[in-house]
């Protein structure tokens, strides 16, 4: 069989739909001997097996620009001493392994060496500060963690008394004076054998972890299978028209799901060669990657792409002027409303139309796009790809898709908006919110996935996202939830209470906004609002903390005593105040006044 498939062309997206099986599909990928599916295996063993081992699988640009490859051979011989190092460590199967690292050689080497091994890995952002990463490696139950010496003191060692689970901390770099309760990631990984049997692996075995923001609570944590590995090959074929001999550059950041599903994963198992980028985002520097890796499909964001439209020469001349971009054939985004404008800008610019794709951590691949072979319809996030069922949901009051004795409606009519939701059954949904069975099974109704975006689909079936239906800030193409924002600024002393809403902002998207009621004994003065910012970016890192805060009188409450994040909203953006019927009290002085509340 051909270890490397090629995508099938698909001259008619309807006839590529009505034929499409995910059973069948299931031969794209190798199998482990014994019929079981190891994400891992289909990432690096099944080339090698098939005589590709000198093949280059990842090629990784330096901050100083120098360039490094490595073979999947080499990355095979790494992962292996990884997954040792796990079974000597004594980790157990299914136990979790967290990273907390850039993009760099050993990520993939720890990834696939844990996923090889059967072990559970959990990505987390470096630009999280230390109470997400204590929180997520609390309710992880992390047993051993993986990151830089700097990284480490700065965002785990201060946290470490809460986290009697974390066993092992294994750091890249440790110095000659490690800190105490550390482990070298070198010393180990050196001394280990360079060849690893993948083990027996079924099919439905938890293999990753993902963490995303709710509207309360803590975070959830995703649970993904080894079988997802089919649909992260599937889709990075009809989507994102992968094929054999591609250079692909995905810039996510690996702490995400797309970094992981996307940035790792998928090419790997299609056995192209991926781009590793080091470094920081600067335009000149993009540029220069693509022109010099000879990148063919790229695979990024709206806010990137906003960043670049801005950065375009005074002069007017396309960046293809100075960069040669002749290798580019492929440009696809994701994590966020595409507007209009960067899909024709990406036509003037790159010479390419950009992709829209639209997915979450839940689906753990993408599930709707504007496919390689039609047209791109500028601003609509495209057509459910084969093996996805779709439809538009009729929402409740609350803004959900409406559940009445356990049956949803579905909304046919083009235009028509409602709640997106996705027929349950593709190989990469996610199991479960760990410990989380409620939350879970609040997700699904009459046998669909119920999305919590807002979206209409026209008369040909393309879908247009309108908005999400819950609290969740997507900023820069990142999940943040309003409640652990707010739960982190109450800790400091001046806060008596917060409400965190996203504010819409020209390059990011949307922009974490904070109300702030202040404690009567602290003035709310410019010293008090940079003093909560500080701590808030402190605790939560740059990636989560607000942006902006602005000190209120009062905070609107539901009559359960929740902050009211709409109609903060709603304020803040001059929109109608809605239904305000569950709210506590008028408040300014002059809205209406809710029913049946006695002041
Ligand atoms: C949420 C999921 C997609 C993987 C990385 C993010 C928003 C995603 C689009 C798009 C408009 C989009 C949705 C979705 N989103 N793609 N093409 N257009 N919005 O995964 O962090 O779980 O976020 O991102 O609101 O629900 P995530």
Redesign the pocket.
């Known amino acids: 069989m051909n270890a490397l498939w090629v995508a099938p062309v698909m001259p008619d997206y309807e006839s590529a739909r009505a034929t499409f099986s995910w059973r069948r599909e299931r031969s794209r990928l190798a199998g482990l001997p014994d019929g079981g599916i190891n994400i891992g295996y289909e990432a690096v063993d099944r080339h090698l097996r098939e005589g590709h081992g000198d093949r280059v699988a990842l090629r990784c640009v330096g901050r100083d620009g120098s360039v490094a490859a490595m073979t999947f051979a080499r990355l095979a011989a790494g992962s292996s001493r990884f997954a040792h190092v796990l079974e000597t460590l004594g980790l157990e199967r299914g136990e979790r392994v967290f990273t907390l690292l850039g993009r760099r050689f050993e990520l993939y080497s720890t990834v696939l060496g844990t996923l090889r091994a059967g072990r559970v890995l959990c990505p987390l952002f470096t630009a999280f500060g230390p109470e997400p990463v204590a929180l997520r490696m609390e309710l992880g139950n992390a047993r051993a963690l993986v990151t830089t010496r700097e990284l480490y003191e700065r965002k785990v060692a201060p946290v470490r008394p809460r986290l009697p689970h974390l066993r092992h901390v294994l750091l890249l770099d440790p110095g000659a004076d490690p800190p105490p309760g550390t482990l070298s990631f070198p010393a180990l990984t050196d001394a280990a054998p360079d060849e690893y049997t993948v083990q027996p692996t079924d099919p439905a075995e938890p293999a990753l972890l993902h963490f995303?923001s709710g509207t309360t609570g803590t975070p959830k944590g995703a649970v993904h299978v080894h079988e997802a590995v089919l649909a992260h090959h599937v889709t990075a074929a009809y989507a994102l028209d992968l094929h054999e001999g591609d250079v692909f550059w995905c810039t996510a950041d690996p702490g995400?799901?797309?970094g992981m599903s996307y940035g790792i994963i998928a090419p790997l198992t299609h056995g192209v060669t991926t781009v590793v980028d080091e470094g920081d985002f600067a335009p000149a520097r993009w540029y220069g990657i693509l022109a010099d890796q000879h990148v063919t499909v790229w695979y990024t964001a709206p806010t990137a792409l906003r960043m670049l439209m801005r950065a375009a020469p005074r002069d007017g001349s396309a960046p293809t002027a100075r960069h040669d971009l002749s290798s580019l054939r492929f440009v696809a985004?994701?994590?966020?409303?595409?507007n209009p404008e960067a899909v024709h800008w990406g036509r003037e610019a790159l010479g390419l139309p950009v992709h829209?794709?639209?997915?979450?951590?839940?689906t753990g691949a993408i599930m709707i796009a504007n496919f390689a072979a039609d047209p791109v319809r500028p601003g609509s996030?495209g057509r459910p790809l084969p093996g996805v069922e779709a439809a538009v949901l009729a929402c409740g009051e609350d803004g959900r898709a409406a559940v009445t004795s356990g049956h949803v409606q579905i909304l046919q009519e083009p235009g028509a908006q409602g709640e997106l939701a996705l027929r349950s059954g593709w190989p990469s949904m996610f199991r479960g919110y760990l410990h989380e069975p409620q939350r879970y099974e609040a997700c699904f109704a009459d046998g669909w996935y119920l999305?919590?975006?807002l979206v209409s689909r026209d008369a040909d079936g393309w879908y247009w996202?309108v908005g999400?239906a819950d609290d969740v800030i997507?900023s820069a193409?990142?999940?943040i939830g309003p409640f652990e924002v707010e739960s982190a600024l109450m800790e400091h002393p001046a806060v008596a209470e917060a409400g965190v809403i996203g504010r819409p902002d020209e390059l990011a998207g949307t922009i974490v906004k904070a109300f702030v009621l202040p404690r009567p004994e602290y003035p709310p003065d410019p010293q008090l609002r940079r003093d909560v910012l500080a701590f808030a970016r402190r605790r939560l890192g740059p990636a989560v903390a607000p942006r902006e805060i602005e000190f209120v009188e009062d905070l609107p409450h539901t009559r359960s005593g929740k902050v009211m994040r709409r109609l903060l909203r709603a304020r803040e953006l001059g929109l109608p105040e809605g239904d305000v019927s569950t709210l506590e009290a008028p408040e300014p002085a002059g809205t209406a006044r809710p029913s049946g509340k006695e002041p």
């Open positions: 995303t995400w799901v797309t985004s994701v994590g966020e409303p595409l829209d794709t639209w997915w979450q951590t839940e996030m999305t919590g975006d996202f999400r997507k193409g990142h999940l």
